[in-house]
């Protein structure tokens, strides 16, 4: 079975930490592109690096839901 890699870590408190810069995520602006399609979203990011947390129930719900309805029109 693979090893899942985490570029955050999560404290006690539920607060996310971007493992290669140290410092906690940020609630910031993000857009999911998809098929010509662009949806604007605030999710938790790194202000040193750009990285962005998607959470999975984000990324296999709502995120799939639109994928899906795109590719059927």
């Not at 890699?5 to 408190?13: A, C, M, S």
């Not at 290669?20 to 940020?26: M, S």
């Not at 605030?42 to 990285?51: A, H, R, T």
């Amino acid at each position: 079975m693979a090893e899942k890699k985490n570029n955050y870590t999560v404290d006690p408190g539920g607060r996310f930490t971007c493992k290669k810069c140290g410092v906690l995520l940020v609630k910031g602006s993000a857009t999911f592109s998809y098929l010509d399609n662009a949806f604007p979203v605030e999710l938790p990011v790194c202000p040193g690096c750009g990285f962005i947390y998607v959470p999975e129930d984000l990324a296999r719900g709502k995120v799939l839901d639109v994928e899906r309805e795109l590719e059927d029109k």
